[in-house]
Nanobody
Framework: QVQLVESGGGLVQAGGSLRLSCVASGRTISSYVMGWFRQAPGKEREFVAAHLPSTSYADSVKGRFTISRDNAKNTVYLQMNSLKPEDTAIYYC???????????????WGQGTQVTVSS
């Protein structure tokens, strides 16, 4: 079992930055794919970024968001720059074993952290 706890969300003006953190417990994340997803009001949850350790991003955040991890701290980060009002959502951390890296399903989810970007 892996438990994931996100933090770092908040209210920020358009053009600002936030860094989200996701601390994992129960297992070391070194053998896990780590990802970030988000869900805006009235919309389905969508993929944002993943760290295999190679990285992948949704087109909507490329060049603005950066995913990284610190295996020693069992933590994954999402640095979000040049934020836009359309980035407003609940952001979720997720993980899956590296053997499932090509699978669309994820094994573990955090509770989410709210990010609100004002115009």
């Amino acid at each position: 079992q892996v438990q994931l706890v996100e933090s770092g969300g908040g209210l920020v003006q358009a053009g600002g930055s936030l860094r989200l953190s996701c601390v994992a417990s129960g297992r070391t994340i070194s053998s896990y794919v780590m990802g970030w997803f988000r869900q805006a009001p009235g919309k389905e949850r969508e993929f944002v970024a993943a760290h295999l350790p190679s990285t992948s991003y949704a087109d909507s955040v490329k060049g603005r968001f950066t995913i990284s991890r610190d295996n020693a701290k069992n933590t994954v980060y999402l640095q979000m720059n040049s934020l836009k009002p359309e980035d407003t959502a609940i952001y979720y951390c997720a993980s899956k074993t590296i053997f499932k890296s090509n699978s669309p399903s994820w094994d573990y989810w955090g509770q989410g952290t709210q990010v609100t970007v004002s115009s």
